[in-house]
């Protein structure tokens, strides 16, 4: 399990992170959602041991992360901004990995490699973003980390792609319990991924949910009572978070047991009664009001 | 299936990186060092005398291309095994990896040093296989001032393995230190610069402050710490064969080497990367580094305009324009050295200002120590009763050095440098001057106290009338005359290197010749005793004489079995040596 508590990291008396709490359990994967300038990439690297923060603690099953080169072995980091140095082939930073990572999976990587159908000869320079971050991706999966820190994991890969890097990472996390820290700037990307979500605004936490608590307890239900509409609201004991009319049709957001509801609409009798699944999106939209602006902007 | 064969261990990978992504550097620095050091004597193996000169510059550690070589690969070396640390994305992966600051350090810093050193135990070897090079017997005769035909031994090879590495790793370590302080690849190359220069600089400026506003300070002093400030003008300004005791002080540089890659290493564990893109990644460095620059340029800016403009003085004339263009010039450099600082031209702030009012007092104190004087130092003359013997070096005696004890002596040079303090405005200030005298009073309390005076011509033209006279009472005491006599005892004779008779004519106005005698031993007692009679009827106008016509005069020259410039002494002739022009005559080695 990674725990940060009270994490605080100012640049030159600029705080980037304040007071940040967040825990990764273990064998999960855990969106981090924020506009840009919101610190996720600060917090990757405070994560990954690259900066230290001025205040709190990040710990690793709890083992604090600085200057400790053996929890290291255990972490494998995929920045946005990659590195190869100059004129290397994925090859040559295989035998780099290797030489650093004691549980160095050689076999993994030239399946991996072959998945991805990337040239172990060619200089990785000659690559393209893509392809770079497949690289990047391969050689980090090689070296079997039980925690894996990703920075924008998918952007600028394609939709096949993007799948197969999806796949590897769940199959992952399901054999070896895994734990994943996935940042984004996009909640879109994270749909059907995560198991946690976290929203990050100006270095702190905005919010942090388990999805499936969420989904379990947050409802879009399409009702339509024709021309019997009953004269008691039936959602009147009811939170309802959004409703909307479409003619006879309405289409309403309501938080609660999903068993009560349906009980009492049932026994309303309407023409329609669906149950319709709800977006990740939609799922933030309606637990923070919606009117959140930093919340449209991950969004749209 | 885990294959864990490949793995190493995060220390031995960081090396094996290194190594694999920067081996072309030592493989130019070996071929650079061949061609240097090791092509011009496979060039002329059968004849070595032709190279001896360049050889034995080489061999012996002052060939300046050499040292060039040797620095420029220690900053070139340092600032690729450290670029990670200047790149976002390098520095995210590398420091992301399992490794810790300090081994990282340790990798890079030792793996850089052995791509240094590696070359220059190669070119020892090829050194070595050069070692059948000698000058032929023929030739030895004819090369002056060496009676060694081979000077390739394995000795002086290890003495230059040594050597250089020395200078290698000394000029390495402090631009490792300046690739912790700097936040980017070129403020590395540039700070290494600034922080190997920075002694010699610095140094030269106090020097050039001391000389051209302290009337009185001894000249001698600043080069000599000039040389030992780093193994890299150590070895620029030595000369001759390196011995062992003259290894020592690279012990000292060792040390250093130690201490500052141990500080280095510690600075490395509290670095916050997330200033890479800073000029430097502290702040206060970055500061200090902007004093300096300001206070280094601010002076050689000072000192050159305020030289160009008005006649060297002594009074405060000539420290106006000075003044005038520090104060100009610190505002345009610091704001120059803050816009690098900071990465922009927005520098006017409260905060930037409060910082130039801290540089202003620390350069008004600096000024108030040297520009006005305010500890006394030029007006210090100890009391007799407190100087235990005072030793004088002029070009008006014969002797290069003469000490005197008897307390009638001390008065003397007391009453000179009184005279000299008096009449100071008449003297040579700032100027280089071969009308040289230093007073060296060895105090009582173990303490030296040394003034070096440029002297004027003593003509009477300028009215140092108080200075003369207190010369002719120093050149009338017994005390100093006899000082001022040649050793003729059988043990001073027989430590003479050489004593020669150096015969100065003019064929026409512009061309001189002169010819030299090598005195036979058996005549050096009678030639010395014929000097000392001399010498024994000269006065202070004789000398001065001397002096004041360029000392163009033949002479009779000599030199002791040292190394010392300071045993070697010339004594001229004139109408007023007829006892030595007399004896030279009768022996047959003044023919003209």
Known sequence: MIRIQKLSKTFDRTPVLTDLNMTIQTGSIYGLIGVNGAGKTTLIKNMSGMLRGDGGSITYDGESIWENDMLKQSIGLIPDDLYFPNGYSLRDMRSVYSGFYENWNDDRFHQLTELFKLDEKAKIRTFSKGMKKQAAFCLVMATMPAYLLLDEPIDGLDPIVRKLVWKTIVNDVADRQMSVLVSSHNLKEMEGICDYIGILSHGRMLMERELDSVKHDLHKIQISYGKNTPEQDPFAGFNVLRRESRGTVELMVVKGSIDRIEKTIRATDPVIFDILPLSLEEIFIYELGGEDDEISKLIF | ?592
Request: neutral net charge; proline residues 3%.
């Open chain 2, 1 to 592: 299936m885990k294959s864990a064969n490949l793995y190493s261990s995060p220390s031995k990978a960081w090396y094996k990186e290194n190594f694999r992504r920067f081996w072309v550097l030592p493989l130019i620095e070996f071929l650079a060092l061949f061609l240097v050091n090791i092509l011009p004597i496979m060039l002329n193996y059968g004849r070595f005398e032709c190279i001896y000169d360049y050889a034995s510059t080489s061999l012996w550690g002052y060939n300046i291309a050499n040292i060039v070589l040797l620095c420029s690969m220690a900053i070139v070396v340092s600032t690729a095994v450290f670029s990670y640390i200047h790149g976002v994305a390098s520095a995210t992966i590398v420091h992301s990896m399992p490794i810790t600051r300090r081994e990282l350090f340790r990798g890079s810093f030792f793996s850089g040093l052995v791509m240094l050193i590696i070359p220059l135990i190669l070119t020892g070897i090829l050194f070595l296989c050069m070692s059948g090079a000698h000058i032929s017997a023929d030739a030895l005769k004819t090369i002056c001032g060496t009676s060694e035909y081979n000077i390739i031994t394995i000795k002086a090879i290890c003495i230059w393995v040594f050597e250089s590495s020395v200078i290698v790793a000394f000029v390495y370590t402090m631009a490792n230190l300046a690739g912790i302080l700097a936040g980017s690849r070129l403020i590395h190359v540039l700070l290494a610069l600034f922080i190997n220069g920075l002694p010699f600089v610095l140094l030269e400026i106090f020097y050039l402050y001391e000389d051209n506003f302290f009337f009185g300070y001894p000249e001698d002093e600043s080069p000599f710490a000039f040389s030992f400030v780093s193994p890299v003008s150590y070895m620029a300004s030595k000369f001759g064969r390196p011995e062992i005791a003259e290894l020592y002080p690279h012990l000292i540089y060792i040390a250093v080497i130690i201490a500052v890659t141990l500080f280095t290493s510690w600075l490395y564990t509290r670095i916050k990367l997330e200033r890479e893109r800073n000029a430097c990644v502290f702040p206060a460095v970055a500061d200090i580094i902007c004093v300096l620059l300001t206070f280094i340029c601010m002076s050689l800016l000072g000192l050159l305009i305020a030289s160009s403009v008005s006649d060297i003085d002594n009074g405060l004339i000539q420290r106006i324009p000075f003044i005038i263009v520090c104060i100009a010039s610190s505002v345009f450099i610091y704001m120059i050295c803050r816009m690098i600082a900071d990465g922009t031209t927005k520098i006017f702030s409260k905060v930037n200002l409060k910082k130039f009012g801290i540089y202003v007092i620390v350069v008004a104190v600096f000024f108030a120590f040297t520009l006005f004087d305010i500890t006394g130092y030029q007006q210090r003359v100890p009391e007799a009763s407190k100087v235990a013997s005072v030793t004088l070096e002029t070009n008006y005696a014969v002797q290069p050095s003469i000490d005197l004890k008897s307390g009638k002596s001390i008065d003397s040079i007391i009453s000179l440098q009184k005279a000299l303090l008096s009449e100071y405005k008449n003297q040579g200030f700032g100027q280089v001057s071969s009308d040289d005298l230093t007073i060296r009073y060895q105090l009582k309390n173990g303490r030296t106290l040394s003034r070096s005076y440029s002297l004027p011509v003593y003509n009477g033209k300028h009215g140092n009338i108080k200075t003369t006279e207190a010369f002719k009472n120093i050149f009338n005491s017994a005390e100093f005359s006899r000082a001022n006599l040649y050793n003729t005892s059988a043990s001073a004779i027989k430590s003479i290197a050489e004593l020669k008779f150096t015969n100065t004519y003019s064929k026409n106005k512009d061309y001189e010749e002169s010819e030299e005698t090598v005195i036979a031993s058996k005549d050096y007692y009678g030639l010395l005793k014929a000097m000392n009679k001399d010498i024994l009827t000269m006065d202070f106008n004789d000398f001065s004489t001397i002096v004041n016509n360029d000392y163009d005069y033949p002479s009779v020259d000599l030199r002791l079995n040292s190394r010392k410039s300071m045993d070697e002494s010339s004594f001229y002739l004139n109408k007023s040596t007829k006892n030595t022009i007399k004896y030279l005559k009768a022996t047959g080695y003044w023919e003209q």
